[in-house]
């Protein structure tokens, strides 16, 4: 990720929590298109949102993390993450992270939000996600607990 893009993605999850919290001043036109596409988005299928933009800790395996959105989308309720980028497979992880952090397992989607005012919605379905996902925060405490990159306590030899 540059720091454009981290910036890009920054932007437009403002946009939509102010556009969504009735709150919306002037905007920058960079983002607009993409505030445009989450509302052709919503236009086109009824989505409604219910948590908008949440930090949360999840205590058990230590890591803290920012919901964008859960809401109800053809009927069911489900955890939506914001994207501008191009897609990764490593959003399934961090939605089933997020996941782990609400009382109720949802379904889990990413809405990429492209410059020409269109969106992709993506499904993760794979359960196998969520056992990824913590492994790699396990993986990460362990390495601080033993000395960082390598795993060692200290630098000098023995």
Not at 19 to 25: A, Q, S, T, V
Not at 105 to 114: D, E, G, H, V
Request: proline share 6%.
């Amino acid at each position: 990720m540059t720091p454009e893009s981290a910036e890009r993605g920054t932007a437009a999850h403002t946009a939509i929590q102010l556009f969504e919290e009735n709150d919306l001043g002037s905007i920058d036109p960079s983002t607009e298109v993409y505030l445009q596409g989450y509302k052709q988005f919503k236009a086109e299928t009824g989505f409604v949102p219910n948590l908008i933009e949440v930090l949360f800790w999840q205590f058990c395996h230590r890591y803290g993390t920012r919901i964008d959105l859960t809401g109800i989308l053809n009927g069911r309720e489900i955890l939506l993450e914001i994207k501008t980028g191009a897609p990764h497979p490593s959003w399934g992880l961090q939605l089933a992270l997020q996941n782990e952090c609400l009382p109720k397992r949802l379904p889990r989607f990413a809405l990429q939000l492209k410059p020409d005012v269109t969106y992709r919605l993506q499904e993760f379905t794979d359960p196998n996600d969520r056992n990824v996902a913590l492994a790699c925060c396990a993986i990460v405490h362990w390495k601080r607990n033993n000395g960082g990159k390598n795993g060692n306590k200290s630098s000098r030899a023995a």
